[in-house]
């Protein structure tokens, strides 16, 4: 019942990603929108879940993290940056534990800044816990590098509201 659910809602979020145009041209001329595939998919997931009757069940993959240390929310943004390229290339070369402790450190350093993220974008931070919580229960249907590509660009855009456009 749950993979069937679960299929169900990868296939919205696939449709909601084509529906909103992210695979076609785009301002930026890389065939994704600023920030929209994003939005999309957190809008696709709690769609299909408000439709299936059930409440999002992140808290069991999130119950073992700890939160970090973090001055600030730059910093965690900074450090949530360079940690999701690691993990990137750990998903990439098949290293299962360390793409597991990669994880489990973006979600420590994402508790200590959600707050504040939440205040900034809203639906890019429901985005960003959406897509540790596929992470962290490691049963997506979808590819840790194209999970780990997505996260990046929501840093780079939460950065970037924070502390303005880099030049």
Same mark, same amino acid.
């Given at each position: 019942?749950?993979?069937?659910?679960?299929?169900?809602?990868?296939?919205?979020?696939?449709?909601?990603?084509?529906?909103?145009?992210?695979?076609?041209?785009?301002?930026?001329?890389?065939?994704?929108?600023?920030?929209?595939?994003?939005?999309?998919?957190?809008?696709?997931?709690?769609?299909?879940?408000?439709?299936?009757?059930?409440?999002?069940?992140?808290?069991? @993959?999130?119950?073992?993290? *700890?939160? $970090?240390?973090? /001055?600030?929310? !730059? =910093?965690? #943004?900074? %450090?949530?940056?360079? @940690?999701?390229?690691?993990? *990137?290339? $750990?998903?990439? /070369?098949?290293? !299962? =534990?360390? #793409?597991? %402790?990669?994880?489990?450190?973006?979600?420590?350093?994402?508790? $200590?800044?959600? /707050?504040?993220?939440?205040?900034?974008?809203?639906?890019?931070?429901?985005?960003?816990?959406?897509?540790?919580?596929?992470?962290?229960?490691?049963?997506?249907?979808?590819?840790?590098?194209?999970?780990?590509?997505?996260?990046?660009?929501?840093?780079?855009?939460?950065?970037?509201?924070?502390?303005?456009?880099?030049?």
């Amino acid at each position: 019942m749950h993979q069937k659910i679960y299929r169900a809602l990868v296939l919205l979020v696939l449709a909601a990603l084509v529906a909103s145009g992210c695979a076609g041209n785009t301002e930026t001329g890389t065939g994704r929108s600023e920030g929209g595939e994003t939005e999309a998919a957190a809008k696709a997931k709690a769609k299909a879940e408000a439709e299936s009757g059930q409440k999002p069940t992140d808290g069991d @993959a999130w119950s073992r993290i *700890k939160e $970090a240390t973090v /001055a600030d929310a !730059a =910093e965690g #943004l900074q %450090s949530s940056r360079s @940690a999701v390229k690691d993990l *990137k290339q $750990a998903a990439e /070369a098949g290293e !299962a =534990e360390t #793409l597991r %402790s990669l994880t489990e450190q973006l979600a420590g350093i994402w508790l $200590a800044i959600e /707050a504040d993220m939440k205040s900034l974008h809203a639906d890019k931070a429901a985005a960003v816990r959406a897509d540790l919580t596929l992470l962290l229960n490691q049963d997506s249907a979808e590819s840790p590098v194209d999970v780990s590509y997505r996260l990046y660009q929501t840093y780079r855009d939460l950065n970037e509201l924070l502390q303005g456009p880099s030049t």
